[in-house]
């Protein structure tokens, strides 16, 4: 066998082994591409499936009057889980681009319970995340308004992953900390 070929074949061999998990480790699933109008129903279903703690950061959060509005069933949600003792906290930015509406937001998810904070002044808090349960991370370009959830071209990604979900948990807990 040629030495390049030998060389190419170990090289091989090696990213295979480094893709396994370690012995006793059991593989983490592949993130879940959620494009476009399946975000609400995926995001929906992880609040309902909530057992310790959802912490969130939208840049915007437009709950719309209709029954049929898909940002105020995610807030139905959010209020169900804080209910039945899941720990929620949403952080939403604070600009005056986006303050009516995270306001009329504030309201309604405050009534029922949930701990929203506006992000520190300063600069806008354009992310969009969501992080459960020491476990799950969901990031993306969807706001929750009821276009980014049905007409946009919107692109974000589950991912079960216990390490990247305490590191943004974190993140997320800087931001949620009180102005001062």
């Not at 929906?44 to 959060?61: E, G, M, P």
């Amino acid at each position: 066998m040629r030495a390049w070929a030998r060389g190419s074949l170990g090289l091989l061999l090696a990213l295979c082994l480094t893709a396994l998990p370690a012995h006793g480790q059991t593989p983490l699933p592949e993130p879940q591409l959620l494009e476009n109008g399946s975000y609400g129903p995926v995001l929906i279903q992880k609040i309902q499936q909530a057992k310790r703690r959802i912490i969130c950061v939208f840049f915007l959060f437009k709950i719309a009057d209709s029954p049929r509005s898909l940002p105020r069933a995610v807030a139905s949600e959010l209020i169900a889980a804080q209910r039945r003792g899941v720990d929620v906290t949403v952080v939403l930015d604070a600009t005056r681009q986006t303050q009516a509406d995270n306001r009329n937001a504030t309201r309604l998810l405050a009534q029922g319970g949930v701990r929203v904070v506006f992000a520190p002044a300063g600069s806008t808090t354009h992310a969009k995340a969501v992080a459960i349960d020491e476990r799950y991370v969901i990031v993306g370009s969807h706001n929750l308004t009821q276009s980014a959830l049905t007409r946009n071209n919107e692109l974000s990604l589950l991912i079960d992953s216990p390490t990247l979900a305490a590191r943004m948990q974190r993140y997320l807990q800087r931001l949620s900390q009180p102005r001062r």
